[in-house]
């Protein structure tokens, strides 16, 4: 497992194509759910939290590869330009369902801290934008986690 992660960080900072495999997918999917946490400025331990409960009831990981994604994702997070790279690795392998849970995901970790800024919401904005989610879906996945 480590060295597929370090084989997909690697291979963003080269340039490189990535690996088509279920490690690259959950670390996308981790590193949106970082964005989200640092969009606000806040990386407050609620947040933090939700994101590892996210990851482990999607992917079903265990404790120590769920820390493991996480904290290369968050590296990775820093380091990135755009979402692209990210996006584009979920729409080349997940449904459109699948995709509408990813920004649920997103929705529950920028309402841990109990309040959704701005930023986040535009950060959310844009990554469904790129997974190809019409307005519709974007709201209503909005809706669904804010109703819980």
Not at 62 to 67: E, Q, R
Not at 103 to 126: C, F, P, Q, Y
């Amino acid at each position: 497992m480590i060295t597929k992660l370090r084989l997909f960080f690697t291979s963003l900072t080269v340039d490189k194509p990535i690996e088509q495999d279920e490690t690259s997918l959950q670390l996308a999917c981790a590193v949106l759910l970082a964005e989200v946490m640092r969009a606000d400025g806040n990386n407050d331990k609620n947040e933090r939290a939700t994101i590892i409960k996210q990851l482990s009831q999607y992917f079903q990981l265990t404790d120590s590869s769920l820390d493991e994604i996480l904290n290369h994702a968050e590296q990775v997070s820093e380091q990135a330009t755009d979402f692209y790279q990210f996006t584009s690795k979920i729409n080349s392998n997940y449904s459109i369902e699948d995709k509408i849970k990813i920004v649920e995901m997103l929705w529950h970790v920028a309402n841990a801290d109990g309040e959704i800024s701005a930023i986040e919401h535009h950060t959310i904005r844009k990554i469904s934008d790129l997974l190809h989610l019409r307005h519709n879906e974007y709201v209503q996945s909005k809706l669904k986690i804010l109703a819980k």
